[in-house]
């Protein structure tokens, strides 16, 4: 199984600021790289897709990078609606494996 | 508009069963893979199994390989899941989930429904 291993696991940021949330795979992955937003209480939602996709309807301060094994996720102006756990996924090979989350807080 | 609801959750004992039901509606059902997700209480997410747009294909993590069973009825735009042998373990909030293709995963997700397994 392809590990997925996520970084930092919290993180505490002020509104405006940048935040860069990291994920490692245990070999190339080839870009099947998503990224999800889960809010307290909600179900994910899809952010960024092929590593670097933005899904419909998120907000362009979203964006997503990286290739072979590493790959991130940036958030530019961080707002207060931006709070949540965010979680990147394998789906290059099965089983698709989820990396351990980050949560995001307002410092 | 989307939506997946999910139906049939509860508590279970260790050992039985229990069927577990997603409504689609806003698209044509039977053109998506379909696929189940679960997360454990204050844990991450872990990919359970999808089925093809036609049902004809099945993939299951190994943990539930055996006991779990993806299935959807397209007349209804319905997806399954017959989860037997339940075991502790599987104690979690399961989420349906849209899955368009190999570029795009789980594109739209239902609300969730809760498994616990006790006695």
């Known amino acids: 199984d392809i590990q997925m291993t996520q970084s930092p696991a919290s993180l505490s940021a002020s509104l405006g600021e940048t935040v860069t949330i990291e994920c490692r795979a245990s070999?190339?992955?080839?870009?099947?790289l998503a990224w999800y937003q889960q809010k307290p209480g909600k179900s994910p939602q899809l952010l960024i897709y092929n590593a670097n996709s933005l899904h419909t309807g998120v907000p362009s301060r979203f964006s997503g990078s990286g290739s072979g094994t590493q790959y991130s996720l940036k958030i530019n102006s961080l707002q207060s609606e931006d709070v949540a756990s965010y979680f990147c996924?394998?789906?290059?090979?099965?089983?698709?494996?989820f990396g351990g989350g980050t949560k995001l807080e307002l410092k | 508009e989307v939506q997946l609801v999910e139906s049939g959750g509860g508590l279970v004992q260790p050992g039985r069963s229990m069927k577990l039901s997603c409504a689609a509606s806003g698209f044509t059902f039977n053109n998506y893979d379909m696929a189940w997700v679960c997360q454990a209480p204050k844990k991450g997410l872990e990919w359970v199994a999808t089925?093809?747009?036609?049902?004809?294909?099945?993939y299951y993590r190994d943990s539930v390989k055996g006991r779990f069973t993806i299935s959807r009825d397209n007349a209804k735009s319905t997806l399954y899941l017959q989860m037997d042998s339940l075991r502790s373990e599987d104690t979690a909030t399961y989420y349906c989930?849209?899955?368009?293709?190999?570029?795009?995963?789980?594109?739209?997700w239902g609300q969730g429904v809760m498994v616990t397994v006790s006695s």
């Open positions: 989930a849209r899955a368009p293709g190999t570029t795009v995963p789980f594109d739209y």
């Open positions: 996924q394998q789906y290059y090979d099965y089983p698709w494996t």
């Open positions: 089925i093809s747009y036609d049902g004809s294909s099945t």
């Open positions: 070999e190339d992955i080839y870009n099947g």
